[in-house]
């Protein structure tokens, strides 16, 4: 059964950092791409950070360039997520997701939220 689960979240003042991951089972990790969306209360889910299959191509959403970076171990079958430099509007609950050709999945997410 696949499974994408996702760890890491938590409470960080502004100007902190979080490592987010997203341990993935039950389908083979290495075919697909994979990326973080977040959404906020009230907001659309956003596409924060996406990478390809082979971990060669890194995609960001503008608001995150600079301070985020995806990053993938396949013989781990885990993305993750490193975040510096958080700032309160980064607060929402961060999901991974799988896709490859039309097979989508999702993880459950995770909280993060910055506050002092």
């Known amino acids: 059964q696949m499974q994408l689960v996702e760890s890491g979240g938590g409470l960080v003042q502004p100007g902190g950092s979080l490592r987010l991951s997203c341990a993935a089972s039950?389908?083979?990790?290495?075919?697909?791409?994979m990326a973080w969306h977040r959404q906020a209360p009230g907001k659309e889910r956003e596409l924060v950070a996406s990478?390809?299959?082979?971990?060669?191509?890194?995609n960001y959403a503008n608001s995150v360039k600079g301070r985020f970076t995806i990053s993938r171990d396949n013989a781990k079958n885990t993305v993750y997520l490193q975040m510096n430099s958080l700032k309160p509007e980064d607060t929402a609950v961060y999901s991974c997701?799988?896709?490859?050709?039309?097979?989508?999945?999702w993880g459950q997410g995770t909280q993060v939220t910055v506050s002092s």
């Open positions: 997701k799988a896709s490859w050709g039309h097979n989508i999945y």
């Open positions: 990478i390809s299959s082979t971990g060669g191509t890194t």
């Open positions: 039950g389908f083979t990790f290495s075919r697909y791409a």
